[in-house]
C-alpha cells in the first residue's frame, strides 16, 4: 500500500490518521505494524527524526551490534530477525528504528536478492496482541532506495510510505577504503570519519552535524559498497589504493590523469602519509621536502634527479616535473614514458626516444646535456636500449639522406661505451674529425693531441711525429705507413736503433739526485704516447693547486720489461720504502679484449689511477713514471717464426737456446748474448694475439717512457714572444715565432679568426704553426702560452694566386 507526501505536514498527518484507522482492512493494519518511510536524503530524514509526532520513540540498529566486533556485519537474516523480535516484545509504545537503511543499503540484490528477501521478511513481522489493539506502529526510515523498493511500491501487503521532497537538498559523498586512510592526517578536520560499521551507524544520530564527504576505512563497509547502487542520497568514491584516495577521494591535484602502476604504489603510500589535508600543497611540499625551488626546464629535472637521496624522492620529483613542465619539451617525453622511474629506464627512454622524432634537431641540445650528466653520475642503461642506441647511430651515419655523419656525430652522446667505440671508429676512418667530437669524448680529443715536447733536442723530435702517427694507427687498428717508414729508418739495424736509444736519458739518470721529490708513483706499462691525456687531466687540478712542472722522456733498459725495470725505479727510493704502484695498463694490455673498447679501458684505468693520486694530494712534489710502454701495433704483424728461441711477452724477446745466434736487422741481441728483443712490429716467433698489447720489444712506444712531476707550486717562467715572419700568402699560410722561456710543460698556441693552431717546434726557441685557414679581413693574431696571452700581433695577409714570373731571369 504506497503512498507519496510532498511535505512532512502531512506525513505527520498521515501518521496519525495510520495510527487510528478504523475502516476496512483495520484488523491488517494492526497485525502488521511496519511501515517503510522513503526519503530522498538524510535533510529530510533528519528532519523526521527531530519533528517526528509525539509517542514515537528512537531505536538504533547500532544496539543489534557486538560491540566487541564494531565492523562485522548482521547477514540480512540476522537484521530481520531482529527487527522481528523486536516487534514482538516491544512495549505498547511507536518506534522508529533507524538507520535501518545505513546497513540495508550493502546487502546483495544482484545475484542473492538479499535487500529484497530482508524487506518481504520484516514486512511480515507480526505484532503482538496487545500491540495489534493499541494500534502500534513500528517505522522504518529508507534513504536513497527509492529504486530498490520500486517492487514494494505496489505490493498491496506492503506499506510504503514516500516522501518526495520539493527542493534538492544534495547528497552525501562516501569515500571507502579498505581498512586505512594511508596515514593522511587531519581528515576529521574537513570530513566526517568513520572505521567501523558501528561508528557509520551511530554517525546517523549527528544529524546537521555530518560533512557532504564521509570517509570510512571499514573494510566490511569497503567490501559491500559495490551492491550499494543505485543510491539517490549517497555517491560513491571506492579507493583501493593510496592513489585513488588522495586523487578520487581527497580531490588533491597531483597533474597525474592516469592510474599509476601497482609497482610505484608503495610510492603513493609513503607520499599519503606525509600529508596533512588541511595545510597540504603539492607544489610547496616538493618544494620544501627536496629543496627544489627552481625547476625550470628538463635539465633542470635531471640535476635535481641526481641530487635526490631516495627512490621516493625521485618519484615524487618526477611526479611534480610533469606536472609544471613543458609538456612538449624532450625530457617531459622521456619521463612520461616511464614505468618505473628508475635510473636506467629514464636514461634508457632519453637516449633512444629522439630516433622516433621526426625533427631531431630540436631535441638534440637538451638530450646531449641530461646525457652528459648522466655519464658524469655513471648511470648504466641495459644492453637492449645499448643496442638500439648503435644501430640507429650507426644507421643514420651511413645514409646521407637521413643525416649522415653530421646528424650522426650531433647525436652521439658520452653515456655508453657503444657510442664512445662509434666516434672511436668515425674518427679513425675520416668521417668526422676530432674536434667534432671533443665535447662528448674529451678524453679521446685529449689523447690525440700533439706531445708539445717543445725542449726535445733537434735530433729527437722524430719522436713527435711519430707518435702522432702510432696514435692514429692505435686507433684505426692498423699500422700507418708513416709509422713503417720511420721505423724502417729508425730500426733499420741495431746500429740505427742504438744511435737515437743513446740519445734519451734513462729514468734513473733523470731522477738521480731529485731530493725535491718527495713521492714516486709507478704506472706499470705507461707510454709516451699518454702525455697529452695526462696533461689533460692534471690541469683539472688547478683549482686544487696541483700544478705540472715537468715533462721527461726517457729510456727504459733493455729488455722493455717489468723484471729488467722495475728494480731500478726501486733504487730511486729509499731503503724499506716501497714503490707505489697504480694503474696497471701492462695487466689490461695482456688480457683478451675487442677493437676499439680496449682503447676506452685504457683511458679509464689511467684516468683514475691519475685523479686517485691527485684526490688524496697533500702538497708533495709528485712524479709518476713507468717501467716500459705497450705496442698495440704487434698485433697486426706476423711473426717471424726465427727458431732456437724460447719466445716471452709473445714474442716481443726470446732467449737464445743453445750457441751463438745469428745477427740480424729484425732483432738485436743484448750484451748478455742470451737475450733477442724485435727491432720491428714483428715479433720474434708467433704474432701477438689480436686484442692484445704487447712489450719487451724496441719500438719507440715500448722502449720511451714519460716522467711527470706535478707539484703544489705553479712555474713561474718568463716569456719572450717574437714574430718571424708577419706576411703570409696562400702558398705558405704559416706564421713563425721565436718564444723564449719555455719549460717542458709549456704549450704555446697560435689563435687566428676564432680557431686555435698548434705551435710546431722547430728546434730551440723556433716554432711554426700548422696551415691557417686564411681570411683577408683577419689580420690579428694571438699566441698564447698555457691558455695565457703573450703576445698578439698584426699580420698581413694575401689570399690570391700568386704567379710566376716567366721573364724574371731576361
Not at 193 to 205: A, D, P, R
Request: glycine share 6%.
Amino acid at each position: 500500500m504506497y503512498k507519496s507526501f510532498n511535505s512532512l505536514d502531512a506525513l505527520f498527518a498521515y501518521i496519525q490518521e495510520d495510527k487510528h484507522w478504523t475502516g476496512a482492512n483495520a484488523s491488517h493494519y494492526n497485525r502488521y505494524p511496519v511501515r517503510f518511510v522513503l526519503f530522498d536524503n538524510f535533510s529530510d530524514f533528519n528532519e523526521f527524526i527531530v519533528n517526528r509526532p509525539t509517542g514515537i520513540y528512537k531505536h538504533s540498529i547500532d544496539t543489534m551490534i557486538d560491540i566487541e566486533s564494531p565492523d562485522d556485519f548482521l547477514s540480512y537474516t540476522e537484521l530481520s530477525r531482529e527487527i522481528r523480535a523486536f516487534t514482538k516484545k516491544i512495549p505498547i509504545n511507536d518506534f522508529v528504528i533507524y538507520p535501518f537503511s545505513e546497513m540495508a543499503r550493502f546487502y546483495d540484490n544482484e545475484e542473492c536478492k538479499e535487500f529484497d528477501a530482508l524487506i518481504t521478511t520484516i514486512r511480515a513481522s507480526q505484532a503482538p496482541e496487545d500491540a495489534q489493539e493499541e494500534h502500534v506502529r513500528i517505522y522504518i526510515p529508507i534513504v536513497g532506495m527509492q529504486k530498490k523498493m520500486g517492487r514494494f511500491m505496489n505490493d498491496n501487503s506492503t506499506f510504503v510510505w514516500e516522501f518526495k521532497s520539493e527542493i534538492d537538498k544534495g547528497t552525501y559523498n562516501l569515500v571507502v577504503t579498505n581498512g586505512t586512510i594511508y596515514g593522511v592526517s587531519g581528515l576529521s578536520d574537513k570530513y566526517t570519519y568513520v572505521k567501523t560499521l558501528y561508528e557509520w551507524l551511530k554517525l546517523w544520530e549527528k544529524g546537521g552535524k555530518i560533512k557532504q564527504t564521509i570517509i570510512s576505512s571499514s573494510p566490511n563497509i569497503f567490501a559491500n559498497t559495490h551492491f550499494a547502487q543505485p543510491d539517490n542520497a549517497f555517491t560513491y568514491t571506492e579507493c583501493k589504493n593510496a592513489y585513488q584516495f588522495l586523487v578520487n577521494g581527497l580531490h588533491i591535484d597531483f597533474g597525474v590523469t592516469e592510474e599509476p602502476c601497482n609497482e610505484e604504489m608503495h610510492y603513493w603510500e609513503q607520499l599519503a602519509a606525509k600529508i596533512d589535508v588541511n595545510t597540504f600543497n603539492f607544489d610547496e611540499f616538493v618544494k620544501e621536502h627536496l629543496d627544489t625551488f627552481t625547476l625550470q626546464d628538463g635539465i633542470d629535472f635531471i640535476k635535481s634527479w641526481f641530487d635526490c637521496e631516495t627512490d621516493f624522492d625521485r618519484w615524487l620529483l618526477s611526479i611534480y616535473f610533469r606536472k609544471i613542465a613543458d609538456k612538449t619539451g624532450y625530457i617531459y617525453r622521456a619521463v612520461s614514458q616511464c614505468t618505473n622511474l628508475s635510473k636506467s629506464e629514464l636514461f634508457s627512454h632519453i637516449a633512444t626516444l629522439i630516433f622516433d622524432e621526426p625533427n631531431k634537431e630540436t631535441f638534440i641540445s637538451e638530450r646531449l646535456a641530461a646525457m652528459k650528466l648522466a655519464a658524469e653520475k655513471g648511470v648504466q642503461i641495459p644492453d637492449m636500449a645499448r643496442t638500439k642506441l648503435k644501430a640507429k647511430l650507426t644507421s643514420i651515419a651511413i645514409a646521407p639522406e637521413q643525416g649522415g655523419y653530421y646528424l650522426a656525430t650531433r647525436l652521439l652522446t658520452p653515456l655508453t661505451d657503444e657510442e664512445l667505440q662509434l666516434a672511436i671508429r668515425w674518427v679513425a676512418q675520416g668521417n668526422v674529425s676530432i674536434n667534432d667530437i671533443k665535447s662528448i669524448f674529451p678524453d679521446f680529443y685529449s689523447y690525440l693531441q700533439p706531445l708539445n715536447l717543445n725542449y726535445l733536442e733537434a735530433a729527437n723530435q722524430w719522436i713527435l711525429e711519430y707518435f702522432d702517427c702510432y696514435r692514429i694507427s692505435k686507433i684505426s687498428d692498423t699500422i700507418n705507413e708513416r709509422v713503417s717508414d720511420i721505423m724502417s729508418e729508425k730500426n733499420a739495424n741495431s746500429t740505427s736503433f742504438l744511435n737515437w736509444y743513446n740519445n734519451f736519458r734513462t729514468v734513473k739518470t733523470i731522477l738521480h739526485n731529485r731530493s725535491d721529490i718527495d713521492i714516486l708513483y709507478w704506472i706499470d706499462g705507461l707510454g709516451v704516447d699518454w702525455i697529452p691525456f695526462i696533461r689533460n687531466i692534471i690541469d683539472k687540478f688547478e683549482k686544487e693547486h696541483v700544478y705540472l712542472n715537468e715533462i721527461h722522456i726517457a729510456v727504459a733498459d733493455l729488455p722493455t720489461i717489468t723484471a729488467i725495470n722495475k728494480p731500478i725505479l726501486q733504487s730511486l727510493l729509499p731503503d724499506n720504502c716501497p714503490l707505489e704502484r697504480i694503474g696497471d695498463l701492462d695487466s689490461f694490455a695482456h688480457s683478451a679484449k675487442k677493437y676499439p673498447q680496449y682503447i676506452i679501458g685504457e683511458m679509464r684505468i689511467l684516468e683514475k689511477a691519475i685523479t686517485q693520486v691527485l684526490d688524496k694530494y697533500t702538497g708533495k712534489k709528485i712524479a709518476f713514471v713507468s717501467d716500459h710502454g705497450i705496442t698495440y701495433l704487434a698485433q697486426h704483424s706476423n711473426g717471424l717464426k726465427l727458431a732456437g728461441l724460447n719466445p716471452n711477452h709473445e714474442g716481443r724477446l726470446a732467449d737464445i737456446v743453445g750457441g751463438n745466434y745469428v745477427s740480424d736487422n729484425k732483432y738485436i741481441i743484448l750484451d748478455d748474448k742470451r737475450t733477442i728483443c724485435s727491432l720491428t712490429h714483428q715479433s720474434l716467433t708467433d704474432k701477438v694475439n689480436m686484442g692484445h698489447g704487447a712489450h719487451g720489444g724496441c719500438s719507440p712506444e715500448e722502449v720511451l717512457v714519460p716522467i711527470i712531476i706535478v707539484s703544489s707550486h705553479k712555474n713561474a717562467n718568463t716569456y719572450s714572444v717574437t714574430i718571424d715572419n708577419d706576411e703570409i700568402d696562400g702558398r705558405q699560410p704559416n706564421l713563425k715565432f721565436t718564444i723564449k722561456g719555455l719549460a717542458s710543460v709549456d704549450v704555446p698556441t697560435l689563435e687566428y679568426n676564432g680557431v686555435i693552431y698548434h705551435l710546431l717546434n722547430l728546434g730551440g726557441d723556433k716554432f711554426e704553426s700548422e696551415r691557417l685557414n686564411l681570411v683577408d679581413t683577419a689580420t690579428r693574431a694571438v699566441v698564447r702560452i698555457n691558455n695565457d696571452i703573450f703576445g698578439t700581433f698584426n699580420i698581413k695577409i694575401s689570399t690570391g694566386a700568386v704567379e710566376d714570373d716567366l721573364f724574371g731571369d731576361l
